[in-house]
Each structure stands twice: as structure tokens, then as C-alpha cells.
């Protein structure tokens, strides 16, 4: 089997999904080979800079357009933004061949330190431990840190495991999880240049 060249890889990597419901209505499209550029719009400001933090440290562009019930609260907006995103990022994979498949990052910012890791293994599964100590950052439920990896994690069928290992600030402890996650995932979806197939003993992901 010939080996994918890098480029070829970059022509597909791109995917644009949509989700409207009664409570949302959200486009998104990411690019796993691009600079961090982001254009970013969900109606919880925090939630866009949190957004910003994973894509340009992950340098994927991305645009998210959101349209949600705020008036309600910041859930189902950042759920199913959530799950956009793991869709999107499953489909610009496509059939993972050539990737390391894994990824880690312990990302510090100032007194807090966050472990990222992520095996993009067709299995969801979210280890999360963080304990924030405020309700709110902005408009932005903290526990939605939370709900917004597992749908992440679940929609588009990876292993995430994300720890705050030490604590302090929660605008630090947010922010850093998600720059950890932007990292570990782009070290994930990064080239492999000794393998062409799927880096699997069962051949498939």
C-alpha cells in the first residue's frame, strides 16, 4: 500500500456540519491543517474565548456560528455546540489512516497546570476531574466545562481524559483545559509518516 503524502491528507480534512433544533441552531466547520484562525460567534463570550484558546493553540481553523436559548442558559447552547464539534472533527478524520491516533499535553498558565490526553480509539469515554469553586465564568455555567467535553468526546467517538493537576484561579483552570485539549488533539490528528494504514491491531478505528 502506498503511503499518503501530507497533502493529500490536508485536501480532506476539512468538515462543515450543521444542527438546528427547537433550542439551537449551529454551523460549524473546522480545518485540522490550519493556522488557528477562528471565527467565533456563540452568544457566551467566555465560551467563545474558551473555544479561541483550543483552536488557535491546536492550530485548527475554525468558525462556529450559534444561534441558542441563552435567555434559558448557557446548556444547551454549549452542549450541542459540543456535539457539532465532535461530529465535525470525526468527519475530517474520516478513516483515521495514517494518525498517530494519540495525543497528550500538560499545558501550565501561571499557577495552574492541566493534563490533555486523547486516543481517537472509535471509542467515547471522558475522564474529566476539575473542581471549580465559582457557578459562573461570564454567562458561562462552569459545570458546562464538563458537559462540553463529553459531548465532544462521545459525538465524535474518542478517549479524552482531562485532569487539572493543580489547581488555583478557575478562568486559569477553563482556559487551561481547553488549550490542553486543542493541543493533545492536534498532536492526535498529526501525520505518521511510517504508516499508510490505521494504527490499530484491529485494522480499523
Not at 472509535?122 to 458546562?144: I, K, W
Not at 490542553?180 to 484491529?202: C, M, N, Q, Y
Request: glycine residues 8%.
Amino acid at each position: 500500500m502506498n503511503k499518503r503524502s501530507w497533502q493529500d491528507m490536508k485536501k480532506n480534512r476539512i468538515a462543515s456540519c450543521k444542527r438546528k433544533t427547537k433550542e439551537t441552531d449551529i454551523e460549524l466547520t473546522i480545518n485540522l491543517d490550519g493556522h488557528g484562525k477562528n471565527q467565533i460567534d456563540t452568544g457566551i463570550p467566555f465560551f467563545d474565548h474558551m473555544l479561541d484558546g483550543f483552536a488557535r493553540h491546536g492550530l485548527f481553523d475554525l468558525t462556529v456560528s450559534v444561534k441558542g436559548d441563552t435567555e434559558v442558559d448557557s446548556h444547551h447552547t454549549i452542549e450541542d455546540t459540543g456535539i457539532v464539534l465532535g461530529h465535525a472533527i470525526a468527519e475530517a478524520l474520516g478513516d483515521k489512516a495514517g494518525i498517530k491516533r494519540y495525543g497528550y499535553f500538560i499545558l501550565p498558565m501561571d499557577e495552574t497546570l492541566a493534563l490533555g490526553a486523547v486516543d481517537l480509539s472509535g471509542r467515547p469515554y471522558l475522564n474529566f476531574q476539575a473542581e471549580f469553586t465559582v457557578p459562573f465564568l461570564g454567562t458561562m455555567d462552569t459545570e458546562m466545562v464538563r458537559e462540553f467535553f463529553y459531548a465532544v468526546s462521545y459525538s465524535a467517538a474518542m478517549n479524552l481524559h482531562l485532569k487539572i493537576l493543580d489547581a488555583g484561579n478557575n478562568h486559569h483552570m477553563a482556559e487551561a483545559l481547553f488549550k490542553a485539549f486543542g493541543k493533545a488533539l492536534d498532536l492526535a490528528v498529526s501525520e505518521e509518516p511510517r504508516i499508510s494504514e490505521v494504527w490499530s491491531t484491529k485494522g480499523s478505528l
